[in-house]
Nanobody, 121 residues
Framework: QVQLVESGGGLVQAGGSLRLSCVVE????????MGWYRQAPGKQRELVAA???????EYADSVKGRFTISRDNAKRTAYLQMNSLKPEDTAVYYC???????????????WGQGTQVIVSS
């Protein structure tokens, strides 16, 4: 199983910004379609942002205009830029992706371990 490793979470005041990163550890794989999810305490995991193979983006209504998803396959890294953060954005954020190898193999549904984001009011 190819590992995804998230980083960039932390504690930030409302109105602040964070940039989350998700790295594919195996150098022979890169991102295909992918998404960022989050799970707040006592709530179900929800899709925050998605990026298709062709570059189309989709966002949850709650984050539109504030969050931006992107990827750099040369660096095997995906990002979630989060601006104008609100206390309700507090959650563990997870990267999820289909990964394509240099040999054409596709691995579906890889998950990272999550990174905690806490937004104080």
């Amino acid at each position: 199983q190819v590992q995804l490793v998230e980083s960039g979470g932390g504690l930030v005041q409302a109105g602040g910004s964070l940039r989350l990163s998700c790295v594919v550890e195996d150098p022979t794989f890169r991102f295909d379609a992918m998404g960022w999810y989050r799970q707040a305490p006592g709530k179900q995991r929800e899709l925050v942002a998605a990026l298709s193979t062709g570059g189309k983006t989709e966002y949850a209504d709650s984050v539109k205009g504030r969050f931006t998803i992107s990827r750099d396959n040369a660096k095997r890294t995906a990002y979630l830029q989060m601006n104008s953060l609100k206390p309700e954005d507090t959650a563990v954020y997870y990267c999820n992706a289909d990964l394509r190898s240099d040999f054409g193999t596709i691995m579906h549904g890889a998950w990272g371990q999550g990174t905690q984001v806490i937004v104080s009011s």
